[in-house]
T-cell receptor
Framework: ETGVTQTPRHLVMGMTNKKSLKCEQH?????MYWYKQSAKKPLELMFV???????ENNSVPSRFSPECPNSSHLFLHLHTLQPEDSALYLC??????????????FGPGTRLTVL | KQEVTQIPAALSVPEGENLVLNCSFT??????LQWFRQDPGKGLTSLLL?????REQTSGRLNASLDKSSGRSTLYIAASQPGDSATYLC??????????FGKGTTLSVSS
């Protein structure tokens, strides 16, 4: 595997379900990000982890819970979501965190549909 | 607060045309600017990254320019092909914040 991978690629869940999205980077980077892309809106940052520490939470509702066990893996745990949470969730990584404008590399995304 | 605007929102051209996509940003204090391509339902593919000290970058048929003082960037695509059909996103890097994206320009190239 190379680059940034995400699983699953597609996910359909009910509002009462609990699911998790997984991201893995094979680039030796130290920072990882979750972005949300909704229809007709720009990509928006959700969370940033730098050296496994969360450094940014962009006012994301608590029904989204990130986890970063090491610099290569990032999870997004989902529970009691709403239909408006349906979107493409993108993971990215960079050599370091937000300071310095390091180039970010993106995964293919998980298309989430909440029924 | 930084805002990134892309014009036009959609563009349809016949194959072979040269075209320009525009990106503007409100705060010139940026590190870098990056152009991405996104195919329907897919992730982002990086096309070109321009550092704030650079004026342009080229890759194949693509050329991106940056004018920090005026808050503008353009992506020039030469001799467009149907395979170029996609959404093109512009994003800027600023100190202490994540990438700030525009809404994109959806390009359709007909054969």
């Amino acid at each position: 595997e190379t680059g940034v991978t995400q699983t699953p690629r597609h996910l359909v869940m009910g509002m009462t379900n609990k699911k998790s999205l997984k991201c893995e980077q094979h680039l030796g980077h130290n920072a990882m990000y979750w972005y949300k892309q909704s229809a007709k809106k720009p990509l928006e940052l959700m969370f940033v982890y730098n050296f496994k520490e969360q450094t940014e939470n962009n006012s994301v509702p608590s029904r989204f819970s990130p986890e970063c066990p090491n610099s290569s893996h990032l999870f997004l745990h989902l529970h009691t979501l709403q239909p408006e949470d349906s979107a493409l969730y993108l993971c990215a990584s960079s050599p370091k965190g937000l300071a310095g404008g390091f180039e970010q590399f993106f995964g293919p995304g998980t298309r989430l549909t909440v029924l | 607060k930084q805002e990134v605007t892309q014009i036009p929102a959609a563009l349809s051209v016949p194959e072979g045309e040269n075209l320009v996509l525009n990106c503007s940003f409100t705060d010139s204090a940026i590190y870098n600017l990056q152009w991405f391509r996104q195919d329907p339902g897919k992730g982002l593919t990086s096309l070109l990254l321009i550092q704030s000290s650079q004026r342009e970058q080229t890759s194949g048929r693509l050329n991106a320019s940056l004018d920090k003082s005026s808050g503008r960037s353009t992506l020039y695509i030469a001799a467009s092909q149907p395979g170029d059909s996609a959404t093109y996103l512009c994003a800027v890097y600023q100190a202490g914040t994540a990438l700030i994206f525009g809404k994109g320009t959806t390009l359709s190239v007909s054969s």
